[in-house]
């Protein structure tokens, strides 16, 4: 590598950890407001929560690293513009392509650093986040239970605690069950506590009683008991299971597709392909991008006014790029003989960059001059 592949490499290097930062950290927030209502509010930890935030940060990387590598090289070139610095290197002889090389290098870090994240890193970040949340859904405790107040967690059903002890325990603990239209039960225990079950969470009551009526006779029974173990499947809504997301899966068992990926997931095959082929194509948006700023920003010369058409063309284009992504997405997902449009996009942000390259070094006709 030149010494000015170097140098202009290890600018784009610096300005891209510079944006990616700032990206990250503004989604990142985002993403934390939300998690801490969530959890915060159903009763969780601080530490639940930055364990959540945490696991949310590789998807958070992933998705801002090809917009902070297009910040990184517009904002490069056009300081290097200014500063006249690639003016003299075109003045030696150096090329559109040539001068684009450090760029395309830049673009390949990203695009590794990308692979790395999209095929590894969030995919076991997601199983990671799936699990807790998946155990933190069936903690009837956090989500239900709260001590000196009436709870209805389902229609039908009356709960009230007098205290839940530091170590977990449901002191004086009183459960009317109407749900059925001529019987009603109450229950009522000294202690009772919560144990993990196979569907649902159960209750296991000590020191108590359940008191029967029978609307119709009017009669009332009364069962005491030292113990006593109630299933809450159906008495309280603590959600279905949930099948596994498709962004938990490795990249292998995406693109295979097989019967039992598609049944544990409840995905078509042709969401499978598209997630699974996402994870090739997306990473070539990072070396799609820096070209298509670097080569927008090329078609002007130096200028004391800067490069803000040039700039505002390198949007547009960005844009566009971004536009097409999302529509060859929505058409893999329609149809699994379609997966290979989601490539559509990246390479042709590669062949549009190399377009603006060759025609940015090509001769200019000179204006006639204005006659006097």
């Not at 159903?42 to 801002?64: C, H, M, Y």
């Not at 919560?194 to 609307?215: E, H, Y």
């Not at 390259?357 to 204005?370: H, N």
Request: some cysteine.
């Amino acid at each position: 590598m030149s010494r000015f592949d170097r140098y202009l490499l290890s600018q784009l290097l610096q300005l891209f950890g510079f944006f990616a930062l700032v990206l990250v950290a503004v989604y990142w927030v985002n993403r934390a407001v939300g998690l801490f209502d969530q959890l915060i509010g159903d009763g969780q930890s601080a530490l639940v929560f930055l364990e959540f935030s945490f696991l949310t940060l590789p998807n958070a990387i992933r998705l801002v690293l090809p917009v902070a590598a297009f910040a990184a090289a517009v904002y490069a070139v056009n300081r290097l513009m200014q500063e006249s610095e690639l003016v003299v290197m075109q003045a030696t002889g150096f090329s559109g392509f040539r001068l684009a090389r450090p760029v395309l290098y830049f673009g390949l870090c990203v695009m590794a650093m990308q692979l790395a994240l999209t095929n590894v890193l969030v995919p076991a970040s997601q199983r990671a986040l799936a699990t807790r949340s998946a155990e933190i859904s069936q903690n009837v405790t956090a989500r239900f239970l709260n001590d000196g107040q009436f709870m209805h967690p389902t229609r039908g059903i009356t709960l009230y605690i007098r205290e839940i002890s530091p170590t977990g325990e449901l002191l004086d603990l009183f459960l009317s069950d109407e749900r059925a239209a001529g019987e009603r039960l109450v229950h009522t225990a000294r202690k009772a506590f919560l144990v993990r079950g196979a569907m649902a969470p159960k209750l296991v009551m000590v020191q108590g009683s359940t008191q029967s009526l029978d609307r119709e006779s009017g009669r009332l029974s009364v069962t005491r008991f030292a113990d006593f173990t109630l299933d809450l499947e159906g008495l309280v809504d603590i959600g279905a299971t949930r099948a596994l997301p498709t962004n938990t899966l490795s990249t292998l068992a995406l693109l295979s597709a097989d019967e039992a990926a598609m049944q544990a997931t409840g995905a078509s095959r042709a969401q499978m392909l598209e997630e699974g082929h996402s994870r090739l194509a997306g990473p070539l948006l990072a070396v799609a991008a820096p070209l298509l700023g670097f080569a927008a920003l090329m078609l002007g010369g130096f200028s004391r006014f800067g490069l803000w058409r040039q700039m505002a063309l390198a949007v547009g284009l960005i844009i566009a790029l971004q536009l097409a992504w999302t529509w060859a997405g929505g058409l893999a997902l329609q149809s699994a003989i379609v997966w290979p449009a989601l490539y559509l996009a990246p390479i042709g942000g590669i062949g549009v960059a190399a377009a603006l390259l060759w025609w940015g070094q090509q001769p200019r006709r000179r204006r006639p001059e204005a006659a006097t």
